[in-house]
Structure formats: C-alpha cells, structure tokens
C-alpha cells in the first residue's frame, strides 16, 4: 500500500490514478492523526506527504519516521524549496516529488521502494 497525507482532492486524486495505474493499492488521509491511526493498521511501503496541502515541520516528519521506520517518507509540493524542512529533506526523506506528478518518476521511485524493502 501507498499512504497519501494531502487535502488537495485534484492533487491527490491525479497521484492515485497514477500510482494504481502500476498496480499498488493507495489510501488516503487527511490529517497526520489519521495517517498514524491508518499506519499502525494496514503494512504500507510508502507514504508520499503533500506539504502544500498539509503542515508539516521537521519534528513531525521526524516522529513519523521513528514510529515507522521501514516505510519510506517522500514529499510532494509544487514548491522548489522548503528551507523550513531541510533537515527532513537531508536526513529523513526517501524522495521529493515536484506537482504535478510525473508517471515516470513516481514509477521508478516505487520500483526502487520496492526493491530495498
């Protein structure tokens, strides 16, 4: 399974076409309580944050990768630089993924997921 945290219904809606378009399961959540309560239930290899739709500082990404550290974190914004989340982005992000999606990097960054898990 993929975890989406995002509130941008078009956002969210455009990354699960892709995403299940390759086969994998995605869920959504709209809150990182939610998204916490969702990771504790179901296994999930990857969960991609839209911190353009939800807020997120460094200590929360960094709580959620300790509470589950075989799951890859990767971000998703339209924004090119986040100076607020650079040590997210240096130390605990998997990836960083620029709106809108692209078919092709999401499905080599989930291959490669894949293949260290």
Not at 69 to 74: E, I, R, T, W, Y
Request: with cysteine; hydrophobic share 45%.
């Amino acid at each position: 399974m993929i975890a989406i945290l995002g509130n941008d219904a078009d956002d969210v809606a455009a990354l699960c076409r892709l995403i299940e378009k390759e086969a994998y399961r995605t869920e959504i959540y709209s809150s990182l309580p939610f998204l916490e309560e969702g990771l504790a239930l179901a296994p999930c290899m990857a969960v991609i944050l839209d911190v353009d739709s939800v807020p997120l500082d460094n200590h929360m990404i960094r709580n959620l990768k300790a509470s589950h550290p075989s799951v890859s974190l990767l971000m998703f914004s339209r924004e090119r630089f986040h100076p607020e989340l650079q040590e997210s982005i240096s130390h605990i992000l998997y990836a960083c993924l620029k709106k809108p999606a692209d078919s092709d990097e999401i499905v080599y960054l989930l291959k490669s997921i894949w293949n260290i898990a």
